[in-house]
């Protein structure tokens, strides 16, 4: 059973609960948490729409079971056919798998907070959720880089395409991609997590987001906040950067091919191209819906929220629908899967 705030009782509705008391922040901006600081957070979420939370709920829940389906049949139909043993089909196999973990570190929170009045996290697990919701996301858009890497080896570099990404390469492509995403949000976990919190306790978030936990601090955040926009700087310039150097390189390449040859490129990497797209089109919107004060909490929310699942919910439609062989794949597989339900029903009805 959770315990309440001292001065909520059981039967008040979520809207009542107020945030802890802020009279501790005066005696807390010395950096030392105070004996009687913060030991969960509330997630605000999306509570102010009432009964309209449970319409979301199911449009989430629905979303987030295609997620974890569409990607699922991506990692496996790539792991077990062998006529999917290709670079790409690697790198997007490891991206169906980031997609997976990242939307499970919140929308399930989310989900919970739909059905129940009030909405907890203790402190070590929102700054873990945090932690990771940041790593994920940005591991996402390193596997995206390198796969415009992978592609452009393929287009530029046909004849060497086979000597140059091998198995070893590509592991050590993944192992820089999760490296380089932890370099580059584990700082900012580490300042947030050393910053002391004695109240208000509300997170006015569906999840512990870094620029909306950060505000609860009971310190000066404006050294934070240059290190946080850095840091950010840094990861989606260097990603960004990367994939357009690929692109124009290609689209150089293509320049001196025939019409033939450049529409099977074009195909090739079109689904790349519009993944890479609708995440960065995305992340514009978080990022400004979290700058210009205009926007409502709850209208913020709800790009967060598109942020984590229309991605991962597009890429296995993308990636399906625009590939053949990956289409293909996934049509032996369902027929594999129809034919032993089939042997297996025959099976019972001989044993009855």
């Known amino acids: 059973m959770e315990l309440l705030p001292p001065h909520v009782s059981p039967e008040s509705p979520r809207d009542s609960y107020l945030p802890l008391s802020s009279s501790h922040r005066s005696s807390s901006v010395n950096g030392t948490r105070e004996p009687d600081g ?3 957070f509330i997630l605000q979420g999306l509570s102010s729409l009432g009964e309209k939370q449970m319409i979301l709920f199911v449009i989430l829940l629905l979303g987030y079971i295609v997620i974890l389906g569409g990607n699922s049949m991506i990692i496996f139909v790539t792991l077990t056919d062998p006529k999917l043993d290709s670079p790409m089909y690697f790198f997007l196999a490891n991206l169906s798998f980031v997609d997976i973990v990242f939307t499970t570190t919140s929308i399930p929170k989310m989900l919970s907070g739909f059905l129940s009045e009030v909405s907890t996290i203790s402190v070590p697990g929102c700054f873990l959720q945090m932690h990771f919701f940041m790593q994920l996301g940005l591991t996402g858009l390193e596997i995206l880089t390198v796969m415009a890497y992978d592609r452009y080896v393929a287009i530029c570099n046909p004849l060497h395409y086979t000597s140059i990404m091998t198995r070893p390469v590509q592991l050590l492509l993944i192992t820089g991609a999760w490296t380089f995403s932890a370099v580059c949000t584990l700082p900012a976990t580490i300042i947030v997590i050393n910053k002391p919190y004695c109240g208000p306790n509300i997170v006015a978030h569906g999840w512990c987001d870094l620029f909306t936990v950060r505000q609860l601090a009971c310190a000066d955040i404006t050294l934070d906040s240059i290190i946080f926009v850095c840091l950010g700087l840094v990861s989606l310039l260097t990603t960004g950067g990367l994939i357009l150097t690929s692109y124009v390189l290609i689209g150089v390449s293509l320049s001196r091919m025939a019409v033939t040859q450049r529409l099977k490129a074009f195909r090739t990497c079109s689904a790349h191209l ?9 992340a514009s919107f978080v990022y400004i819906s979290y700058r210009v004060g205009n926007f409502s909490v709850e209208v913020c929310i709800i790009v967060a929220v598109l942020y984590a699942a ?22 032996r597989t369902v027929r594999r899967f129809r034919s032993a339900a ?11």
């Open 310 to 331: 229309l991605c991962p919910f597009l890429y296995p439609l993308i990636y399906s629908l625009r590939n053949k062989e990956l289409q293909e794949s996934i049509r």
């Open 38 to 40: 913060v030991t969960f």
């Open 342 to 352: 089939v042997s297996a029903m025959k099976d019972v009805n001989k044993v009855s």
């Open 274 to 282: 519009t993944v890479v797209t609708i995440t960065y089109s995305s």
